[in-house]
């Protein structure tokens, strides 16, 4: 069986839906931007996740922010070709993209533009209560005002995955916006 669809018309996370309820084992190869992803899957697991850029979990993170591109599932494909370097229950993978997605989307109500710029308050910190990525975040703009594309840039991460952070710094009142 083959399924081959464009990622517009039928996103990345549907299709590991519907793989993980039909419990469905092959190769899934996806082409998005020039960039070449793989992921291969057996029954209720992801074994292996490669894309031109990244391998293992990075790969997998890479893939699922695609938002357009080509694919094809093949369960004629041997899967046995490939050696795992990876080990994820694809319910598990389901769950936490949309997780991932609907904390995006709470992040952009405090963010509202790219463009706004970043400044650190003079407040104490209490470092034990911030994530790495967070105390990354305030160190790079302790002498800087930054834009949130500039910091997405300097950290040379996705805008979306600074947002989550800066969000949290927001609200912890630790960084304030200015437009």
């Given at each position: 069986?083959?399924?081959?669809?464009?990622?517009?018309?039928?996103?990345?996370?549907?299709?590991?839906?519907?793989?993980?309820?039909?419990?469905?084992?092959?190769?899934?190869?996806?082409?998005?931007?020039?960039?070449?992803?793989?992921?291969?899957?057996?029954?209720?697991?992801?074994?292996?996740?490669?894309?031109?850029?990244?391998?293992?979990?990075?790969?997998?993170?890479?893939?699922?922010?695609?938002?357009?591109?080509?694919?094809?599932?093949?369960?004629?494909?041997?899967?046995?070709?490939?050696?795992?370097?990876?080990?994820?229950?694809?319910?598990?993978?389901?769950?936490?993209?949309?997780?991932?997605?609907?904390?995006?989307?709470?992040?952009?109500?405090?963010?509202?533009?790219?463009?706004?710029?970043?400044?650190?308050?003079?407040?104490?910190?209490?470092?034990?209560?911030?994530?790495?990525?967070?105390?990354?975040?305030?160190?790079?703009?302790?002498?800087?005002?930054?834009?949130?594309?500039?910091?997405?840039?300097?950290?040379k991460k996705d805008i979306n995955s600074i947002l989550i952070p800066l969000s949290r710094l927001i609200k912890k009142g630790l960084?304030?916006?200015?437009?």
């Amino acid at each position: 069986m083959k399924i081959d669809s464009l990622i517009e018309e039928h996103p990345l996370i549907d299709l590991l839906q519907y793989l993980f309820m039909g419990s469905k084992t092959g190769v899934l190869k996806i082409l998005s931007n020039g960039i070449n992803g793989l992921l291969v899957i057996d029954g209720p697991l992801l074994l292996y996740a490669h894309t031109d850029n990244n391998d293992g979990e990075a790969a997998l993170q890479e893939i699922l922010s695609w938002k357009e591109g080509r694919y094809i599932f093949d369960t004629e494909e041997e899967i046995q070709a490939y050696k795992p370097n990876i080990s994820l229950p694809l319910e598990f993978i389901i769950l936490e993209t949309l997780r991932k997605k609907d904390e995006i989307e709470e992040a952009k109500k405090f963010i509202n533009s790219f463009e706004a710029t970043v400044e650190r308050k003079s407040l104490e910190i209490d470092n034990s209560s911030l994530t790495e990525e967070e105390k990354n975040i305030l160190s790079l703009i302790e002498n800087h005002k930054l834009t949130v594309n500039q910091i997405a840039k300097e950290k040379k991460k996705d805008i979306n995955s600074i947002l989550i952070p800066l969000s949290r710094l927001i609200k912890k009142g630790l960084i304030k916006l200015s437009h």
